[in-house]
């Protein structure tokens, strides 16, 4: 074994819905790694994702912060091309683009519903289909999807409008693409987190020093409590605690460069043990 087998320097990524949370830690963790990462959020106009992209600059990265509306064809392509442009070639494309539904599937509309496949799905796929063509071309890619324990197995949050559905389909999106580009070299796996930190919530052990010096507002306690039922409900989480981002990105790093090698069709559980 070599450790060199982790090292993406030299490689071009392409990180969708990069500007926060664990987005924002693939994209990190990427650069870090040694790739130029570009990034991408429907937001930009936060100033986040120009954030994230000067992080990766003080790297000594290259890095482009650009706007797309996945679920839309004509901006995937325009996304796509523009990095290609500036980068050459795309060798890493990481699917985390998410969007929720605060209610249940049953209490979906017509039009909640399309707007959360067309991004959450039918996005991953405009993505996919747009880049595949540069890897099979160069012979070379590794494409990482995000999909959920909600995508395993039935979600025991009910509020969550088809999340579960959605990441049901990532899964066997990811299996499909496996069998379909494994032929041109391109790996194609998907990591499967269970809970992960949020930028507002950071990992239990953080969050209890955070309580300590900030006063939580009513909604924050909420959330909060949510949370640690999950971590300690009837569904627990052996390891007892949050994955935090560093943990998250270290398997994105993983799945991304030649350690992982043989590895495609993969749903890597970051769980904690959850799937156990």
């Not at 707007?115 to 012979?139: A, C, D, F, H, R």
């Not at 990811?174 to 379909?180: D, G, H, I, P, S």
């Amino acid at each position: 074994m070599s450790l060199s087998k982790f090292s993406l320097e030299g490689k071009k990524a392409l990180v969708v819905g990069a500007r926060r949370n664990m987005g924002k830690a693939f994209a990190l963790g990427l650069a870090e790694a040694g790739a130029d990462v570009a990034i991408t959020d429907i937001n930009i106009e936060s100033g986040q994702l120009l954030k994230v992209s000067k992080e990766i600059e003080a790297m000594d990265r290259k890095s482009l912060a650009l706007k797309a509306d996945i679920s839309s064809e004509k901006e995937v392509k325009e996304l796509v091309g523009t990095v290609v442009e500036e980068f050459g070639t795309i060798d890493i494309l990481m699917n985390v683009a998410v969007m929720y539904h605060p209610k249940s599937v049953v209490d979906l509309d017509e039009d909640s519903w399309e707007k959360l496949t067309n991004v959450n799905l039918k996005g991953y796929w405009l993505m996919i289909q747009e880049v595949s063509p540069i890897m099979i071309q160069q012979n070379s890619g590794s494409i990482i999807n995000l999909t959920s324990r909600g995508g395993l197995k039935a979600h025991a949050d009910k509020a969550m409008g088809n999340y579960a559905i959605i990441k049901s389909g990532i899964a066997m999106m990811t299996r499909q693409y496996c069998r379909y580009l494994g032929p041109h070299n391109i790996r194609v796996n998907a990591i499967a987190p269970s809970l992960v930190e949020w930028e507002e919530f950071p990992g239990t052990e953080n969050r209890k020093k955070k309580k300590k010096n900030v006063k939580k507002e009513k909604k924050e306690v909420t959330e909060a409590e949510r949370f640690e039922s999950w971590l300690t409900g009837p569904e627990n989480i052996p390891l007892g605690r949050v994955a935090t981002f560093d943990e998250m990105a270290n398997a994105a790093v993983f799945l991304a460069s030649d350690a992982s090698s043989y590895i495609t069709g993969t749903i890597l559980n970051v769980d904690g043990g959850y799937m156990a």
